[in-house]
């Protein structure tokens, strides 16, 4: 508390900027860093069903999901000390163009893309083998 009375204003108050002044959202928006591009829950559950089925015959042991300015990308790995054997990306840039999804190889090639993860992750689908 201030030792002056009550009435009596300090010099610098009245140059103080007023702290409810209206604020342009779409400056404020682009003030803020962009939230990281991230993988719904339906996408989720897709990627995760590939990858527990993968695991159980013992083809993939570990992952990993980056969220970043620009895609989201699901990492699987054979062995945790290693390359990724697949990349799972979404890149909301692409989705009008090639599609949001892709699958690629450790070498960088892209397997598949397109704009339906469920479509894109039928790269991982084995062709029924005959028996004899």
């Not at 003030?31 to 015959?57: C, K, N, Q």
């Not at 890149?91 to 190889?105: C, D, H």
Request: charged fraction near 35%; proline fraction near 4%; hydrophobic fraction near 35%.
């Amino acid at each position: 508390m201030t030792e002056q009375p009550e009435g009596q204003r300090r010099e610098d108050e009245g140059t103080e900027k007023s702290a409810t002044g209206v604020v342009d959202l779409g400056i404020y928006r682009q003030s803020l860093d962009p939230l990281p591009v991230t993988f719904h829950r339906r996408e989720l559950d897709a990627i995760l069903w590939i990858y527990g089925r993968m695991v159980g015959e013992g083809e993939w042991r570990d992952y990993a999901i980056d969220h970043l300015k620009d895609r989201a990308v699901f990492s699987v790995f054979k062995r945790s000390g290693e390359y990724p054997l697949y990349r799972i990306e979404k890149n909301p840039k692409l989705a009008a163009k090639q599609g949001a999804f892709s699958v690629a190889a450790t070498d960088g090639r892209i397997l598949k893309r397109g704009h339906d993860l469920r479509q894109v992750l039928k790269v991982f689908d084995k062709a029924l083998k005959a028996l004899d």
